[in-house]
């Protein structure tokens, strides 16, 4: 029988070993906020299910593989899931979720799109008829991999929460710096904000209060038309 990836089975020292670590760095990973093992009823041993572990494997790559520090992905996982921090693909992200542990992580459910052959222009022909449409180019490259970057993330949850000020109206596309879009219209630094074509922002980051007045702009100019 399968074991249940959410069940703690795991005490501390034999996690370590099956992670590679050591049990103090487990311990410095818990303190950071970044895991939260269970514990043993009536005592304080921690005791970790096969989901920790994985999550743990993340972190230990996150720091070696990307250069990142505990602070900057506790930070981030302020602001997204785990998935989008590591730029999992859908399946997995829709796997771990039932048994993710993660202190205090941004909530968002992983996207459930069908299967298609050319997702970025069917994307683009999905925007409604009239609407404004946002796009931003996020990432860095790393060793040939995307990463989200600290702007990149923070210009997203601006347009996304504009966005839902105007539903119907406006729509926000995110396209990654080595994307085929990206490429279309010669994006060389990210964040990269497009409003409908017009780049507002590039390589820096975007206030609330500037892409507000810029949107609202747009859906003046459109309500003209």
């Excluded at 921690?46 to 494997?57: F, I, K, P």
């Excluded at 993330?153 to 109206?169: F, M, N, S, T, V």
Aim: hydrophobic share 40%; net charge neutral; with cysteine.
């Amino acid at each position: 029988m399968e074991r249940d990836a959410g069940k703690a089975v795991y005490a501390i020292g034999a996690a370590a070993q099956e992670v590679g670590l050591s049990a103090r760095t487990l311990r410095i990973y818990e303190q950071e906020g970044l895991i939260r093992p269970a514990r043993k009823p009536g005592s304080d041993q921690r005791v970790y299910s096969e989901q920790d572990l994985v999550w743990v494997r993340c972190i230990s790559e996150l720091i070696h593989g990307h250069s990142l520090t505990t602070v900057g992905i506790r930070r981030l996982l302020d602001l997204i899931p785990c998935w989008e921090v590591k730029h999992c693909p859908e399946e997995v992200a829709r796997r771990c979720e039932p048994h993710l542990n993660i202190p205090d992580m941004a909530v968002r459910a992983p996207a459930r799109h069908p299967a298609r052959a050319t997702p970025e222009r069917e994307d683009e022909e999905a925007v409604e008829e009239g609407a404004v449409e946002i796009k931003i180019f996020y990432g860095i490259k790393e060793f040939g991999v995307v990463f989200p970057c600290f702007k990149c993330i923070q210009a997203e949850r601006i347009a996304r929460r504009l966005a839902d000020r105007h539903p119907g109206r406006v729509v926000v596309r995110k396209h990654d710096m080595l994307s085929a879009e990206a490429d279309r219209h010669g994006v060389m630094m990210t964040p990269t904000v497009m409003i409908d074509g017009e780049v507002v922002a590039s390589g820096k980051g975007l206030s609330a209060n500037r892409l507000e007045q810029l949107l609202e702009r747009h859906l003046a100019a459109q309500q003209k038309e």
